[in-house]
Every structure is written in C-alpha cells, then in structure tokens.
C-alpha cells in the first residue's frame, strides 16, 4: 500500500510538471489571444466566436477520445498525440492574418482534446490512492503555476519593449519565447511513461462498480453544462478591457496570471474540502456538495469584469480565478467518483463535451451580445446560473448527499 501511494504520487507529481510546461505554452498564449486577433483585425463578434468554437472542439472532441482511449486502452497514446499538437502555439509567432491564427488557436484545442481524457483518467486511477480531491487538487496548483509563467512572458516582454499600442511583431516576437517550454514539455511526457507506464494497476478494479453510467451523472453533465454557458470567458475580459483602454496591453496578462495564482490557491484548498466532505459522509459523491459556489461566483464576473471602475475589474479577474479553480478541481474529481474505471474516459468524454456545449454557446451568444448592449449580456450570464441552483439541488437529492 505505501510503495502504491507513493508510485501515484510520484505520477501526480510528473504530470504535474507536464501540465506546468503545457500551461506555460497555452496559458501563456490564451491571456493575448484576444488581444492579438484585435490587432489582426478581427471584431468582438469574431473573438467571441473563437473562444466558443475552440473550447466546443477543445470539449466536444473528447467524446470520441474519451470512447477511443476506453476501448484501446492506449491512454499513453492520447497523451502524447495531445500535447504533440502544442506545437500549433508557438507557430503563432509565424502569422499574420487572424484566419490563420485562429485557425491555430483552434487546433490547441483539439489537441487538449485528444489527450483530456485519457491523462485524467491516468490521474483519477493515482487519485484513487490518496483522494481524488486532492490529487486534482494538487495537479491544478502545479498547472496553474504554469499558468502563472505563461503570461508573465508576454506582461514582461511587453514591458520592457516599451509603452503604447504594441504592433503584431511585438506579439509574435512574445509568442517565439513558448518554443523552449514546448520543448521540454515533450521530454516530460517521455520520463512520465518511463516511470509509470502502467497506472491501472494504482486502482483496485476488482471492487463491485456500476455497470453504466448513473442518473446523478447525467444530472451532473447538464448543471455542468447550464452553469458553463453562463461562465463569461477570459477571451472576451481580454477583449472588453483592451477595447475600453481600462487596462494596458501589458496589464492584461498580468491580470490573467493573478487569475491563475488565484486558481491555484482555490484548487488546493477546495480538493482538500472536496475529499473531507466525502470522509465525512461515508458517500464518496458527497464532494460534490462544493459545486454550491461556482453559479453564485460566477454570477458576479460580469457585473465587476464590466464596471468603469478599474478596482472592481479587478475583482472580476480574482473571481474568475476562483470559479476556474473549482471547474478545474471539482468537476473532475467527481467525475472519478461517478464512473467505472472501464468507462472512466467515455465519462470525462461525454462530461466535457457537455461543458464544451456550454462553453461554445455562452461565448457565442455572449459575444453577440457584448456588441449590443453589456446589459443584455450580464442578463444572459445571471439568468443561467440561477438557472442552475435548481439541478444542483435535483442533482443532490438523486446522489443521497
């Protein structure tokens, strides 16, 4: 049992510093994407666009790899085409048209798509052994220290390049930095599959499982689902703040990393909670009792993301970052405390392509609605996480928690 724990912590660890080096790539690229189509020429409607379409494959896709990775049980494989198709992030230092680049950003997507289910899959089977809580919990703290580095390489460059409107050069030169974490991103995929090539056997398959997947998490996917779309993108924030002048091109990924450190936090600390809960109760579904935050934080984004006052966006961003750490953590630890192990990927497969619905119809209509009336979109936000709080508490009467 000691020599198991510490064989899956060994492994949490490990793609804990794959999904750092990831992070710093994609994250990095993700907190000026918005920005840098603006610069291409590309309008809100557009960005907006964008960001739905590629977190809808980024999620959808997943459905088909999470059934794939199942059924040839070559969950290493998926990894390791997924995160070889990071390679489309530094290539945006190579564009100059917005179509190409989000053509680009889109492919990112996909390839997180490819590799989702099959890398948590690979968590949730170490996670078995010291809390699925808390083994998404840790994985999202390292991650979002990624997530932290990303954009503090573009909020420096920036910096230092001096002040003013930065030209696509500038961007493109930032973006030519993500090259060498991709780099060694690749080389820590390989010493992971070295050290842990068989994580299947950390979980003890042989208890009595369901056989299918449950009504509670069918109830899950669609409050998934209604709280996503309400969820306003950090694509669309980016967007909104350089367009009203209410941050700088280099405070934008500043914010963004702030966001990130405030997911990490939050994702260490609402694991924990999240595993103590289940201790607690004896009802390992009853983490799930700390989804109550996320349709009352969310809620608040877009009231503080489109204030004029400056302090009060800022706690849109701080927000932001907390509803992300619970999405980040919860949401895939309870997925691990729903599904057989034989069908543990066609779960985070069908789930997030549910939470990949949400997300390309929240940022569509939401996108739309910006270059309306702000008042309509916030509406829209508000509206669906009410929405939400009844399937949450159908959702916890059908899990007896």
Known sequence: MLDSKKTA???????????????????????????????????????????????????????????LSDKTKSYWTFVFLGYGMLLSVPLLSLTGFWQ?????????????????????????QAG????????????????????????????????FWGSGEKSISDYQKAYSFLWIPFALLIGCIVW????????????????????????????YSVFSFITTMGFLPFLLMGYHFKSTGIMSD???PLFYAIAMAVDAVVALAIGKIYDVIKQKK????????????????????????FSSSYSITILSVIFWGIAMGVHETVMRSAIADLTPLKKRGTGYGIFNTSYGLG??????????????????????????QILSLPLFFMLKKEAKV
């Open 9 to 67: 912590m060994r492994l949490i660890l490990l793609f804990g510093m794959v999904s750092l080096l990831g992070d710093i790539v994609y994250e990095g690229a993700r907190s000026v994407n918005g920005p840098y189509l603006q610069v291409l020429g590309a309008n809100a409607a557009i960005v907006g666009a964008m960001a739905g379409i590629g977190e809808f494959l980024g999620y959808a896709l997943r459905l088909l790899s999470g059934y």
């Open 100 to 124: 190409m680049a989000a053509v680009l950003i889109v492919l990112e997507r996909m390839g997180k798509a490819l590799r989702s289910p099959a890398k948590d899959t690979i968590i949730s």
């Open 128 to 159: 078995k052994q010291v809390g699925t809580g808390f083994a998404f919990g840790l994985h999202e703290a390292m991650d979002q220290i990624g997530a932290i580095l990303g954009p503090m390489i573009f909020s420096t460059a920036f910096f």
């Open 192 to 219: 992971a599959y070295i050290s842990v090539p068989h994580p299947e056997r950390l979980e003890d398959s042989k208890k009595a499982q369901e056989e299918n997947l449950s009504k509670v998490f069918w109830l």
């Open 250 to 252: 280099a405070q934008i």
């Open 282 to 305: 004896g009802n390992p579904r009853a983490g799930m009792n700390t989804l109550i935050v996320l349709p009352f934080v969310s809620l608040a984004i877009p009231f503080f993301a």
């Open 359 to 384: 997300m390309l119809f929240g940022g569509f209509f939401m996108g739309l609605l910006y270059t309306h009336s702000l008042t309509y979109l916030i509406a829209f936000s508000v509206s669906l």
